[in-house]
């Protein structure tokens, strides 16, 4: 049984709650969406609907189709979104073009929920707009091939996104045509001002025909008490969060092809809470995983499993000149072929802490000889503190750190295999064991559809 479906050929009283048949034509789903009242639903059947100009959501609305591939909903030959307006000014809202997304939430409207359809372009900026909203449920969609952003919002509360697939779903821009030089970067999701969201089973992709250099699967500007869980994300950046005042981001159980952005001129603010970003239970790909400086971090139960023969970056990244006072704290993580290293910053830090990793570097493509560490000589190193490792470089030894500075830090109880530097820090045994507290064992990725065993990870179904 449905709730009552408005539609031009059954117009009826949503306090009848009759029955209507789903509807099948773009006239009788404008109808159905200028009369609905907050709690309706509008069912559209198996087809599909040519937009000539944004459809807007009222407050309250499920708007549902028959199931990805069955009801899609795309714009008219016609109609095409103005490409000079690209890219978005991300944060001046009032400069916003929304005249090019198919769907359009109406400001401050809540409860909002949009499902089992599939949304595509080529032509328009994205699929759903919103502004202001409260307690948005968009899942089951299918999301493809749009110019900036598949989902673009601001300042949402409450939302829950989950069980959808991007597919070229925001793309690089330069003077209003996409392509891989300059420009800024769209996103599958991008949410300006996100707070109490969840984001999970999801899956962002990037065709071959599509540029991907800097396509974003999750962007955003200032998140708090957000999760962002079981998603796969092969894009050019995974996940970007580089304004202040994040609070109480949790980043878990996801399958991750490229970065994790987290940068802030300074590190940022630490929240009342003592964290700004939770990373754990992740599968990272690309040797350049995380970019900094950001305070408040913790990153751990994490396996990094990169390819030795794209070896370009170092797993944390850190490009700033002014010092940021941490703490970030980097435990229980599995690192297999650290390219260029495993940490480096640009900017003076404090309060790291680095203990209960197994690190095992091995010959990669560019033959590294650098040390697995590089520090800014200005940082605190009186609170550097390297405790309980495991850190091998097989065949090829090289230095844990890249200067004499560096070896300031506190070192206690690392067993160091194949390091050459030992001379420059007292490294005392403890009766603490080395190396990861438990073994890592975890599912991550849409569905669970990855398993991590220690350093193997295993897909257990086929996408």
């Known amino acids: 049984m449905h709730p009552a479906i408005l539609s031009t050929t059954f117009l009826l009283s949503t306090a009848a709650l009759s029955l209507a048949a789903p509807v099948r034509t773009v006239p009788e789903l404008a109808a159905a969406i200028k009369t609905a009242q907050p709690g309706t639903t509008v069912e559209l059947a198996a087809a599909t609907f040519r937009l000539t100009q944004p459809l ?67 032509a328009l900026h994205g699929a759903i707009f919103g502004m202001a909203n ?36 925001g793309q690089r821009w330069e003077d209003g045509k996409p392509g891989l030089k300059g420009g800024i970067t769209g996103g599958g999701i991008f949410s300006i001002w996100l707070e109490d969201s969840e984001i999970w089973n999801n899956r962002f992709l990037v ?51 490229a970065a994790i952005s987290i940068p802030k001129y300074a590190g940022g603010p630490v929240p009342k809470s003592g964290r700004t970003f939770h990373i754990h239970h992740n599968w990272f790909r690309d040797s350049y ?17 990169f390819d030795p023969k794209h070896d370009g970056g170092n797993l944390i990244s ?25 940490i480096w910053m640009n900017e003076p830090y404090a309060n790291l802490t680095v203990r209960n990793n197994h690190i095992i570097a091995r010959p990669t493509a560019e033959n590294r000889e650098d040390g ?16 309980n490792n495991i850190i091998e470089c097989r065949v090829k030894p090289r230095p844990l750190f890249r200067n004499d500075a560096s070896g300031k830090s506190s070192l206690r109880n690392n067993r160091l295999i ?46």
Not at 89 to 116: M, V, W
Not at 374 to 381: K, V
Not at 430 to 443: C, R, Y
């Open 418 to 463: 194949g390091i050459t530097d030992t001379a420059r820090y007292p490294n005392p045994p403890a009766k603490a064991p080395s190396g990861l507290q438990a073994p890592l064992q975890f599912t991550c990725g849409v569905s669970d559809e990855m398993s991590v065993n220690g350093w193997v990870a295993t897909l257990k179904k086929k996408p």
């Open 134 to 169: 409260h307690d948005l449920h968009l899942h089951h969609l299918h999301i493809e091939n749009f110019l900036f952003s598949g989902i673009r919002t601001y300042a949402m509360k409450k939302a829950k996104i989950h069980d959808c697939t991007f597919l070229n779903a």
């Open 56 to 122: 807007d959501l009222p407050p309250g609305l499920n708007l549902t189709g028959a199931g990805i591939g069955k009801t899609i909903i795309t714009h008219a030959d016609a109609w095409r979104a103005n490409h000079a307006t690209l890219p978005d000014p991300e944060t001046n809202h009032e400069k916003f073009d929304r005249s090019g997304y198919l769907l359009r939430c109406l400001n401050d409207a809540g409860n909002i929920a949009i499902s089992q359809l599939t949304l595509t372009g080529p």
């Open 207 to 257: 065709s071959g025909k599509a540029p991907n250099e800097h396509y974003y699967g999750i962007k955003g500007r200032e998140a708090k008490r957000c999760r962002i869980h079981h998603n796969t994300i092969e894009a050019g950046f995974s996940i970007e969060f580089p304004f202040d005042n994040d609070e109480d981001v949790e980043i878990d159980h996801n399958i991750l092809h």
């Open 372 to 387: 697995l560490f590089g520090f800014n000589e200005a940082s605190d190193f009186s609170t550097f503190h390297f405790e």
């Open 318 to 342: 850190a490009f700033g000149d002014k010092a940021a006072p941490g703490p970030c704290l980097f435990h229980n993580n599995l690192v297999s072929n650290p390219g260029r290293g495993v």
């Open 289 to 305: 995983s995380i970019e900094f400086v950001r305070n408040g971090v913790e990153i751990d139960h994490n396996l990094f499993d």
